[in-house]
């Protein structure tokens, strides 16, 4: 499958019921930032997601979203990366897909990684994280890490991201 980078100065949000799909042969990896500054450092190859640009941060709703499908159905497994800044717009800083399946499972290969930082430090009363089911399983060569991590983001250089093949580092 092919990568998807869905970057947002402001809110991601996601209406309606759909399916975000880059499952293939090797699964497409997927990221989806909020709230965030980007500059294209090597244009065409590589952007970087620089820290919080928005002052009101960003916001990822995917509640709209039943399925989001990395699977490799004959390598790898593709990694899933959700961000959201902090800043203050009540609801910055939270991911919300509490109905919202992730899967990255390989066949015959790696199991793709999941990755979902939520910063979000001004709604107390709030989950700075809500997801659905996570399924890493079916590869052959290891299991697939998760990380869920509700804590405040650096302000600089937290994410690079290789344009033509969406991994992130």
Known sequence: ???????????????????????????????????????????????????????????VDLTGITTIDARGTAGAGGNVTIVAYDGAGFN??????GGTSILTGGTGAANGNVTIIGADANSAS???ITIGA??????????????????????????????PTGVTS
């Open 1 to 59: 499958g092919q990568a998807l980078s869905i970057v947002a100065f402001g809110d991601v949000i996601a209406n309606g019921a759909a399916t975000l799909n880059t499952s293939g042969a090797s699964g497409g990896n997927i990221l989806i930032a909020a709230g965030v500054l980007q500059n294209e450092s090597v244009p065409g190859v590589t952007l970087q997601l620089l820290g919080a640009a928005n002052p009101d941060g960003g916001f």
């Open 92 to 97: 910055s800083g939270r991911v919300i897909a």
């Open 126 to 128: 709030s989950a700075a």
């Open 134 to 163: 996570i399924n890493t399983s079916g590869g052959t060569a290891g299991t697939g890490n998760i990380s869920l991590t509700a804590a405040a983001l650096s302000q600089s250089g937290i994410i690079s991201v290789n344009i």
